[in-house]
């Protein structure tokens, strides 16, 4: 079959995943755009998110709205444990962004581990009708539909909320310089909660959608961040928006290289990408160059 | 006894003066947190000396049995029923009294089936716990990642699981009860030829050592009956999307797809997606994807799914005792009989030679490739010069949520 036939699903293969890539990266840039710090425990919120739309799906026997729902709320809770108990006491003690760094990938393993104790190794799946529509030149199920639709919804809500409302002002009055925000009257620490919150947001409807398409194992928060720091800084580390336009870049090249490389090839693919990126346009494709002071 | 302490304590105290004079040359000011962690060292190493001697008399009344398996990760899906079923043997041997009147010590490791944590196991179980005999590894890759080890040290590594040809030529004292999948992977390509009379055949694999020695042996023999591999892809244990490997198995309109996953879950994920893609042609795996539990759990995914694996009769005494307490102590039915049928001979096997011979690897060795036609649970066992069973192999297939057999005659490996 020539290339240009299979152009298409090819087209198709690499939005979805790059949708999933752009969910993980979403909550993950947002964090650092305001906190400045590598946020990878939004991996273990993500792996939290869909472990409980799992257990309360298949053991509360709820519907999939109330199951959604609930496992919304459990990964605020969880990101919000975790800020008090980690991450705040770390910022009174003016931790820089390394120390940072290490207890979110602490947090990550910890993650993983707990999950795997909680639910043991093996696979789960969620028991879900996904009917597959075929157009001819390429097919889709509703799930993938619905998975590429939630990323473009939450690309232009997050620009939305960032740009216009209170908000998202406070959040770039903290994000540009801290120090002034808070001189104007900002309270950081209740804009770093608001920022945990709605990371969580993004990061519980990421792990359920990705559960949904992947099924759950313990590890799938630890895998699906690397690719969603990978986006966040192909898309612009600095940019909200711009991370989701970096996941759907790196699924889309990942995809469309496999057909010319071997599919043992597809991590080589994004990690070339990010060194590309990271040598000749550190800031990424939205991001504005950032200043050695900031 | 008296020797090992003595070189434990050379060490520790060797590591305290060279910690002592380092801290005296650089900086006055560290002296005193030198001295601090030197005493906290030494108070560590004769802690650990006194722990070793203690460790030495309390196990001089059983013979030590180091298990690999991979007991978390992808891989503890069949790691943790064959575990289960040594356990199962080696408490039947203890409570019979033992073996020369001492008890089995199982000592397990977990080898997370991959070659990296197989050898710092069996690393573990030589060096540290002077095992005599490995039961393990479950998976290919942990095997042949601690058969270097093993052999070095002339420890025995008898595998229940591990099916990858190349264990074949691992070593003198690497055996195992579980069938090569040089025949595994010739009866899966003449099934596909010639029963389900296929001529184009697709193969996605995973990149372990175990599911490319069946690609390889699968394609080879495809080939050579006349068939053609249309397409040959392949992805990583850590890949969740098979997405675009799936379209360009589906551009090349195969007759057949050969799907070799290392472990259930990626094996699920990646036939939900074939599925998806709206691909049409007969599936045919070797034994992971037809693991009990999982076609229990699974049923509608796997549906039609042709499996092979080594041959069985769940009837058979032994093996219905053993599946039946498998069981009772787990409530769940038993996800891999053969391989845990073959973990429990071994454990049998291991007792008997002991009982003969002493616990003695050179004189194990030569007792397990001596065993011929023993009345296990796995059925008529005999090992090979190569350390190999000869064994037989079934065609499966998954039918209404259940396996059942799909041919009628079974394949002679040899």
């Known amino acids: ?294 | 006894m008296v020797k090992t302490d003595a070189k434990l304590l050379n060490t520790c105290y060797f590591e305290y003066y060279k910690i002592i004079n380092l801290g005296v040359d650089k900086m006055k000011k560290s002296i005193l947190a030198v001295l601090v962690i030197s005493i906290f060292l030494l108070a560590a190493c004769s802690q650990q000396a006194q722990d070793s001697k203690e460790q030495v008399q309390e196990t001089q009344g059983s013979y030590k049995i180091g298990v690999m398996a991979p007991l978390t990760g992808d891989g503890a899906a069949y790691g943790l029923p064959i575990q289960k079923a040594i356990k199962i043997a080696i408490d039947e041997v203890n409570a019979k009294g033992g073996v020369n009147g001492k008890k089995l010590e199982p000592i397990y490791e977990d080898s997370k089936c991959n070659p990296k944590d197989g050898n710092a196991a069996a690393q573990k179980l030589v060096s540290v716990d002077n095992v005599k005999v490995i039961i393990g590894g479950v998976c290919s890759g942990e095997t042949l990642g601690a058969s270097p080890i093993t052999e070095a040290n002339k420890v025995l590594m008898i595998s229940p699981s591990a099916t990858s040809p190349d264990i074949t030529k691992a070593g003198d004292f690497v055996f195992r009860v579980a069938p090569s999948d040089a025949y595994a992977g010739v009866v899966a390509s003449d099934y596909a030829f010639n029963e389900l009379n296929t001529r184009k055949a697709a193969i996605i694999s995973e990149n372990t050592d175990y599911a490319q020695g069946l690609r390889r042996v699968f394609s080879e023999n495809f080939v050579k009956l006349g068939g053609e591999i249309v397409a040959d892809e392949t992805y990583n244990p850590e890949d969740t999307d098979f997405r675009t490997q799936v379209t360009k198995v589906k551009a090349a309109a195969p007759n057949v797809i050969y799907i070799v996953p290392q472990s259930p879950p990626k094996g699920i994920l990646l036939i939900k997606q074939i599925g998806e893609a709206g691909i049409k042609a007969q599936l045919v795996t070797a034994e992971v994807l037809i693991g009990r539990n999982i076609v229990a759990e699974n049923g509608e995914a796997l549906e039609g799914l042709i499996g092979i694996e080594q041959k069985f009769d769940e009837k058979g005494p032994k093996a219905a005792a053993l599946l039946a307490k498998y069981k009772q102590q787990t409530n769940e039915e038993a996800p891999f009989p053969g391989y845990m049928a073959g973990a429990y001979d071994i454990v049998y096997l291991l007792a008997d030679g002991i009982a003969k011979n002493g616990y003695d690897s050179e004189a194990l060795k030569n007792y397990f490739y001596a065993v011929a036609d023993y009345n296990g649970a796995v059925g008529k066992l005999t090992i090979d010069q190569n350390g190999d069973p000869i064994m037989e192999y079934s065609v499966q297939q998954v039918k209404n949520g259940v396996v059942v057999p799909a041919q009628a005659t079974p394949h002679k490996t040899e």
């Open chain 1, 1 to 294: 079959m020539p290339f240009t036939d299979i152009l298409p699903q090819l087209l198709v293969n690499g939005l979805i995943a790059g949708a999933i890539y752009a969910l993980a990266a979403s909550g993950f840039s947002l964090v650092y755009y305001v906190l400045k710090f590598q946020y990878f425990s939004q991996g273990a919120i993500m792996t939290i998110g869909a472990y409980s739309f799992f257990a309360f799906f298949t053991f509360l026997k709820i519907g999939y709205v109330a199951a959604g729902i609930l496992s919304i709320i459990i990964s605020i809770l969880a990101a919000l444990t975790i800020n008090w108990l980690v991450y705040r006491p770390l910022r009174k003690r003016k931790a820089t962004p390394v120390i940072l760094l290490i207890a979110s990938i602490v947090l990550l393993i910890f993650s993983s581990s707990f999950i795997l104790s909680l639910f043991g190794s093996s696979a789960k799946t969620i028991p879900f009708a996904n009917k597959a529509y075929d157009f001819g030149i390429f097919t889709i199920t509703l799930l993938q539909i619905w998975i590429i639709a939630s990323s473009i919804i939450l690309f232009f809500v997050l620009w939305f909320v960032l740009k216009f409302t209170r908000l998202g002002k406070a959040m770039r009055a903290i994000a540009d310089n801290k120090d002034v925000a808070q001189i104007v009257g900002i309270n950081p620490e209740k804009i770093y909660t608001f920022t945990f919150i709605i990371a969580s947001v993004l990061g519980a409807v990421a792990g359920v959608l990705l559960g949904l398409e992947q099924n759950l194992y313990p590890r799938m928060g630890v895998l699906i961040i690397v690719k969603g720091f990978i986006s966040a800084v192909v898309g612009g580390i600095t940019s909200v928006p711009g991370s989701i336009i970096g996941g759907l870049t790196i699924g889309i090249v990942e995809n469309i290289g496999i057909w010319f490389l071997p599919s043992g090839y597809k991590d080589v693919i994004s990690f070339t990408i990010l060194l590309v990126f990271l040598l000749f346009r550190p800031q990424g494709i939205f991001g504005k160059r950032l200043r050695d002071d900031s």
